[in-house]
């Protein structure tokens, strides 16, 4: 089985930096690909970042925060980074991390696709 657990949210002013984590536990974790998703309230999950190094190393963005988050990967601690600068009260939602078997393709912001999910980690950006 494998498993997931986000951590580093918290309350951030607009234009901060956070950093998320997604750690895991099991099996083969670089044969998954590591999505994180959010989800602001009222509003639909919504498929932001991915990460993959079977086949080859992907990274894919969200054109709502290209530019302003960078995802990471750290094999030997089977954990993934989400980096995220310049933040805005949009960015405010509960982010999850989720992994799908294979590399990042252009589905891999389909929640439907996830084999594995997080509990998520609250973003708050207000001043």
């Known amino acids: 089985q494998f498993q997931l657990v986000e951590s580093g949210g918290g309350l951030v002013q607009p234009g901060g930096s956070l950093r998320l984590s997604c750690a895991a536990s099991?099996?083969?974790?670089?044969?998954?690909?590591i999505v994180w998703f959010r989800q602001a309230p009222g509003k639909e999950r919504e498929g932001i970042s991915c990460?993959?190094?079977?086949?080859?190393?992907?990274?894919m963005y969200a054109d709502s925060v290209k530019g302003r988050f960078t995802i990471s990967r750290d094999s030997a601690k089977n954990t993934v980074y989400l980096q995220m600068n310049s933040l805005k009260p949009d960015d405010t939602a509960v982010y999850y991390c989720?992994?799908?078997?294979?590399?990042?393709?252009?589905?891999?912001?389909?929640?439907?696709?996830?084999?594995?999910w997080g509990k998520g980690t609250l973003v708050t950006v207000s001043s």
């Open positions: 989720a992994s799908e078997a294979g590399k990042c393709y252009s589905g891999s912001f389909a929640a439907g696709g996830m084999d594995y």
């Open positions: 990460i993959s190094v079977t086949g080859g190393n992907i990274s």
């Open positions: 099991g099996s083969f974790f670089d044969y998954y690909s």
